[in-house]
């Protein structure tokens, strides 16, 4: 823990409560209007909520570094709890070399190839549920179609990866405190660790899957042997909970704003405008944490350096002097600018993939159902990062 400035607004409250978790609007609110840099006694950390200084904080790797971890614990003080990501929880020039592979693997260019293999999917999927007409948007849709189609582009085996659902949510947990939440997804995931690194290896990859092109690169002497699995891990972990949670989410804001879904019915060609808008409105990733590299200062205020600082995406998303009417779920919004995928150097590698299956989720949805009715609440996920639904009972009506 590092000395905090005594001038810095103090906001009491526990970020990663169930509370706060389950309805966390209003803290976002207290945070923005307490100032643009607040300090979080509880876990001793700075955080910011409003969206220029999340976006300044994002932009400035040199100054706000990944490598000593994205979550609460600090990697130059404390031992991970795994081998830090190549990606995520990295910094230049190792965050370069693994972003220059991944970034060629998940290029607009190879969106284009699987977008077909994708709608095919989509459109199978929607004609069985619509058979069905009662369904859980959680289960049968948001958590279905993800795990059929990017673990197909992976070339992961077909058994098992229901199992990417409790590593990822441990994954995204292990990024706040050791609360009750991490300790009940550790025990989860505990027996499926085998199962996890096992499919990480070449030999269980598909040829010519996302994964074996990661392999490729060790060929090519981009990567060395040891990182090419760590690489499919992070496509393992990140991959799949983020989607999932971006379409259950979407699917909760346009049942629960009808006028919206009934514009998106009249105009399927919304679909990626619509969720895009329900990643603003509610962003599936929620926070993440940066560390003061070196003594600085942001919007005048003084930061020690290994100052750990918790960006709140959502309250970003939210923020009145970035938005119009920020609370207001607009599918004719252009959300773009929204903190979801992150922003800079450090913005979701996986984004155009993640934006095409919501896209297509949702046009496919709008051809094919007049109307989702809601059949009563949802039962929400607490995740230490992410904002998550378990479950969210419909009724899809045929157009």
């Not at 346009?254 to 105009?267: G, I, R, V």
């Not at 005048?300 to 750990?308: A, C, E, M, N, W």
Request: charged share 25%; hydrophobic share 40%.
């Amino acid at each position: 823990m590092t000395d905090i400035a005594a001038n810095i607004p103090v906001v009491d409250f526990d970020p990663f409560s169930d509370a706060f978790l389950t309805d966390p609007y209003d803290y976002h609110r207290r945070m923005r209007d307490a100032g643009p840099v607040v300090h979080i006694p509880k876990y001793g950390i700075l955080a910011v909520a409003r969206h220029a200084e999340v976006h300044g904080v994002l932009n400035d790797w040199q100054t706000f570094i990944s490598s000593a971890g994205v979550g609460l614990a600090n990697f130059r003080t404390e031992k991970p709890f795994r081998p830090p990501s190549l990606i995520l929880e990295a910094d230049p020039p190792q965050h370069t070399r693994s972003r220059t592979v991944l970034g060629r693997i998940l290029s607009p260019k190879t969106v284009q190839q699987i977008r077909a293999q994708f709608q095919e999917v989509a459109e199978a999927l929607i004609d069985r549920l619509l058979e069905q007409g009662t369904i859980d948007g959680v289960k049968e849709l948001g958590e279905a179609y993800p795990l059929k189609v990017f673990p197909d582009a992976v070339g992961l085996t077909e058994d098992g990866r229901e199992n990417l659902l409790a590593y990822g949510d441990m994954v995204f947990n292990a990024f706040g405190p050791r609360n009750q939440l991490l300790i009940n997804a550790a025990k989860r995931v505990e027996p499926l660790t085998d199962w996890i690194m096992t499919n990480c290896q070449r030999q269980n990859l598909r040829p010519g899957g996302f994964g074996d092109q990661i392999y490729q690169a060790v060929e090519t002497g981009e990567l060395t042997e040891t990182e090419a699995p760590m690489l499919v891990r992070s496509f393992l972990s990140a991959g799949v909970d983020t989607t999932v949670n971006g379409i259950g989410n979407a699917l909760w804001c346009l049942a629960n704003h009808p006028d919206q879904w009934d514009k998106l019915h009249a105009n399927p060609a919304l679909a990626r405008q619509a969720f895009e808008e329900s990643l603003r409105f509610e962003a599936a990733v929620q926070t993440f944490f940066r560390t003061a590299g070196r003594d600085c200062e942001l919007a005048g205020v003084p930061i020690r350096s290994d100052t750990k600082m918790l960006t709140f995406l959502a309250s970003a998303n939210r923020d009145p002097r970035q938005w119009q009417n920020p609370d207001v779920f607009d599918i004719e919004r252009r959300a773009t600018g929204h903190m979801t995928f992150g922003s800079g150097l450090h913005g979701c590698v996986g984004q155009v993939v993640a934006r095409l299956e919501g896209e297509l989720i949702l046009s496919t949805l709008a051809r094919r159902v007049r109307r989702i009715e809601p059949l009563g609440p949802p039962t929400r996920r607490l995740n230490n990062t992410l904002r998550a639904l378990a479950s969210l009972p419909l009724k899809l009506h045929a157009a």
